[in-house]
Nanobody, 128 residues
Framework: QVQLVESGGGLVQPGGSLRLSCAAS????????IGWFRQAPGKEREGLAC????????YYADSVKGRFTISRVNVKNTVFLEMNSLKAEDTAGYYC?????????????????????WGQGTPVSVSS
């Protein structure tokens, strides 16, 4: 069974940083693009970043561009999300997801329907 497991969330003060990890298993990791999303209570899922499967090209939503960095280490079957200059508005559950087979990050433009498997999420709370 395909698995994506997020970790690294926690409580951080505004302006702080966190590094999230998405550990994948039970699929050929390097053949898939992987994205990061978040969802705050009462809000829809919001795409944040995506990294392609071969060239490792990153893509970012405007809300996080310049603050967040996505990367992957295929030998570790892991995608990372480095989050800097965190704001209270960043408080949410953070999820990684696998882009549908043979598609790149740009196919769906951060639309959740373009991602077929999701992790359980890791919570991030930004407050003073």
């Amino acid at each position: 069974q395909v698995q994506l497991v997020e970790s690294g969330g926690g409580l951080v003060q505004p302006g702080g940083s966190l590094r999230l990890s998405c550990a994948a298993s039970e699929f050929t990791f390097d053949r898939y693009a992987i994205g990061w999303f978040r969802q705050a209570p009462g809000k829809e899922r919001e795409g944040l970043a995506c990294i392609n499967r071969n060239d490792n090209t990153p893509y970012y939503a405007d809300s996080v561009k310049g603050r967040f960095t996505i990367s992957r280490v295929n030998v570790k079957n892991t995608v990372f999300l480095e989050m800097n200059s965190l704001k209270a508005e960043d408080t949410a559950g953070y999820y990684c997801a696998r882009v549908r087979w043979q598609n790149s990050c740009t196919t769906y433009g951060f639309r959740p329907s373009g991602y077929e498997y999701w992790g359980q999420g890791t919570p991030v709370s930004v407050s003073s």
